[in-house]
C-alpha cells in the first residue's frame, strides 16, 4: 500500500516482517545412553546368572541357586506358619509401640520436669541400647524375678506371677520389641504434635476444650500427616527387625528356614525363600502405608498425588494414540 506524502510523492509503507519458526533442537545426553546401555547389560548378566547359571559342584546338575528346591518348600505348612508368627509379632509389637510412644510423648511435652524428665530417660534407655541386648534381658528376666507379686507398695501381695510360666520366648520377643519401637514412636509422635500451631491450641481452649480433647479432637488428627510416613516405615522396619526373634528360639520366618536349612543343607535356598516372604509382605504394607497417607493428606493444600491405578490408567490412555498412530493402514 503506497501513502503520498507532502511531496505529492507516495512511498509504500514498510510491511512487517514474519518472525521466522523456531526449529526446536533437543539437546543430546548421551551419557544417558550410555548408562543406560551399561545398565542393560548388567541386568542381562545378573537374569542370566539367576536364571541360567548351571551348579559347578561336583555331581549336583541344575541351576547354581537351586529354584527347584525354593519352589519346593515356597509354601511348605512350616514356612506359612513361620511368616504367620512373623506378622503376629510385628502386629503386637507395633500396636503396643504406638500406644506407647503417644503416651510417653504427651509425657515429653509435660510442664512437669518430673514428668517429662522419666520420659526421656526411657527414650534415653531404649534407643541407647541394641534390639538383641534388649531381646535377650527380657528373654531371662525370669532369672532376676522369678515371681511378680502385685499388692500394696512395701506392704502385703495379693496376686503372685510365676514369670517363667508367663513371659515365653514369643512373649519376652513382643515385649522386648515393643518397649524399643515405643521410644522411637515417642520422637516420631512429638514431631507431629509440635508441628501444629499453638495458636490452634489456645483456640481450642478458649472453647472449652480441655488439654485431653484438644490433643485428641484438634492436635493428633493434623499431625497424622507427618506421623503416618515415618510410622510407615516403622511397620516395615519391624517386619524386618522381628527376625532377632529367632536368636531365642521363637518360630518365626527366620528361624523356621534355619532350622529347614539345618536338616537338608539348603541354606542359600532357604534364605531365598524367607526373603521372598519378606518381599511380599513388606510389598503388601508399602501399599497400605501408600492409601493411608493418601487419607489423611485430604484437606493439604497440595494435590494428592495418583494412585498406582490411576497412573497406570493415565500411561496407557496417553499410549492408545500412538499406538493407533504407528498402526499400519
Known amino acids: 500500500m503506497s501513502i503520498p506524502n507532502e511531496g505529492g ?55 547354581r541357586f537351586g529354584w527347584s528346591v525354593v519352589r519346593q518348600y515356597l509354601f511348605s505348612p512350616l514356612i506359612v506358619r513361620g511368616a504367620l508368627i512373623t506378622l503376629e509379632l510385628t502386629v503386637v509389637s507395633m500396636i503396643a509401640g504406638v500406644l506407647l510412644g503417644v503416651l510417653i510423648a504427651v509425657m515429653r511435652l509435660s510442664k512437669s520436669r518430673l514428668i517429662s524428665g522419666v520420659a526421656w530417660f526411657y527414650a534415653w534407655i531404649f534407643r541407647g541400647t541394641p534390639v538383641l541386648v534388649q531381646i535377650y534381658f527380657w528373654f531371662f528376666i525370669a532369672a532376676l524375678y522369678p515371681h511378680i507379686t502385685l499388692g500394696i507398695p512395701f506392704g502385703p501381695g495379693f496376686v503372685t506371677i510365676n514369670l517363667n510360666s508367663v513371659l515365653g520366648a514369643f512373649w519376652a520377643a513382643s515385649l522386648a520389641l515393643s ?3 515405643g521410644a522411637y514412636m515417642s520422637e516420631i509422635v512429638r514431631a507431629g504434635i509440635i508441628s501444629v500451631d499453638e495458636g490452634q491450641v489456645e483456640a481450642a481452649h478458649s472453647l472449652g476444650m480441655r488439654r485431653g480433647m484438644a490433643l485428641r479432637r484438634i492436635v493428633l488428627p493434623q499431625a497424622m500427616r507427618l506421623i503416618i510416613p515415618p510410622t510407615g516405615n516403622e511397620t516395615i522396619s519391624m517386619l524386618k527387625t522381628s527376625s532377632l526373634a529367632s536368636v531365642i528360639a521363637v518360630n518365626e520366618l527366620t528361624h523356621v528356614a534355619n532350622n529347614i536349612s539345618a536338616q537338608n543343607y539348603k541354606t542359600i535356598q532357604l534364605l531365598i525363600v524367607a526373603s521372598i516372604w519378606y518381599l511380599a509382605m513388606t510389598t503388601v504394607l508399602s501399599v497400605g502405608q501408600y492409601y493411608l497417607e493418601r487419607h489423611f493428606a485430604r484437606g493439604a493444600t497440595r494435590a494428592l498425588p495418583p494412585t498406582p491405578f490411576q497412573r497406570l490408567k493415565r500411561n496407557l490412555r496417553y499410549l492408545r494414540p500412538h499406538l493407533h498412530q504407528g498402526a499400519p493402514a
Do not use: Y
Not at 509503507?13 to 548388567?42: D, N, T
Open 9 to 63: 510523492i507516495s512511498t509504500d509503507s514498510p510491511q512487517p516482517e514474519k518472525p521466522e519458526i523456531i526449529k526446536a533442537v533437543p539437546v543430546r545426553h548421551p551419557g544417558r545412553w550410555v548408562a543406560g546401555v551399561v545398565l542393560l547389560v548388567l541386568v542381562a548378566m545378573a537374569i542370566h546368572t539367576l536364571v541360567f547359571s548351571q551348579s559347578q559342584v561336583p555331581g549336583q546338575g541344575g541351576s
Open 179 to 181: 518397649l524399643n519401637e
